[in-house]
Each structure stands twice: as C-alpha cells, then as structure tokens.
C-alpha cells in the first residue's frame, strides 16, 4: 500500500468513468491566455461529442478576441453535483477553434444538442424560447480539440493509500 501523495499517476480516472463524467457534467471552467499572458477562466456549460468538447458564447466577449490569438486553451471538468459525486476531476490541454457566427450549419447541429444537455429541452415551448435566446447573429460556438489530460480519482487514491480523503465523514 502506498503511503504518500508523490506520486498520483495510479489515481487517474478510468476510461469509462472519464466518458460517464464528460456525459453527467454540463459545465467546465474553460481556460485562456489574455493579451498580457495571464491565465484567465470562466465557468461554460457544455456537451462533449466525437471527442471535442463544444461551448458558446458571444463573439464580443474578450476571450474570443484571445482565443483566436492564441489558441492553446484549457478545460477542467469535475465531478461535483453530479451522481458520481465529489473527487473526480480531468484537464484538458488542447486548442479551441472559434467557428464564425455565420456558420448556419454548425448552428443547426450545436443548438439542440446544448439545449438537450444544459436545460432537457428537446422541443416544445421552452426549447424554442432558449433557441432565440441563444441563435443571435453574434454568437459563435467554441470546440476545443483536447491533446493531453490530467485527470484525477479520490476513490482510487482512498483505496490506493488506505486514507480517507472524503469531507463528508
């Protein structure tokens, strides 16, 4: 049995909990560079599909400007609030692409998808309402391409060491 934390390698999550984590999770904190080199986060809401993890926002906001003038982003995603409880988290390193607002196509395919994920709605009333709300001419859509990941599992690491690491005692 292991005693220390040195070494974390062995508590990485699994592959299959790593994809049940992306599909429970509907928000990561979505990290960039601004223009001074500084590393700077937000919350998003997100969907994970073909192994791209896509968000939107609007094209005025700072991090657009930033991101297409540096792509290498990041994104962490942890598993709290979801079933699969606290302890749980990957980070992602990759680049984002900006698509461009016009892309009407890439919008027919993303709406729904996001919709579905972050609110349920997949027609009716209250979808069409979110789909207005978010189809605005200024708005782009993120797909980041992750390229390396550090991922984490408190379980493995309470079994792994024999130390209890939960808060909720």
């Not at 003038?69 to 900006?98: E, F, M, Q």
């Amino acid at each position: 049995m292991v005693r220390d934390f040195e070494d974390v390698r062995p508590y990485a999550l699994d592959p299959d909990t790593e994809q049940r984590l992306l599909a429970l999770q509907s928000e990561c904190v979505f990290i960039w560079r601004n223009s001074r080199g500084e590393p700077v986060g937000v919350v998003q809401s997100f969907f994970h599909e073909g192994g791209r993890i896509w968000m939107t926002t609007v094209e005025t906001r700072k991090r657009v400007a930033a991101v297409r003038r540096c792509p290498h982003t990041s994104v962490c995603v942890t598993s709290l609030g979801t079933s699969l409880g606290a302890g749980k988290s990957v980070t992602y390193i990759g680049t984002t692409i900006v698509h461009p607002p016009q892309d009407r196509r890439l919008k027919e395919w993303f709406f729904p998808r996001f919709i579905a994920k972050r609110w349920g709605a997949r027609e009716g009333e209250h979808f069409r309402r979110l789909m207005g709300a978010l189809d605005t001419p200024h708005r782009v859509i993120l797909e980041f391409a992750p390229k390396r990941k550090i991922s984490h599992d408190r379980s493995k690491m309470e079994r792994g060491t024999g130390i209890r690491l939960s808060l909720d005692f």
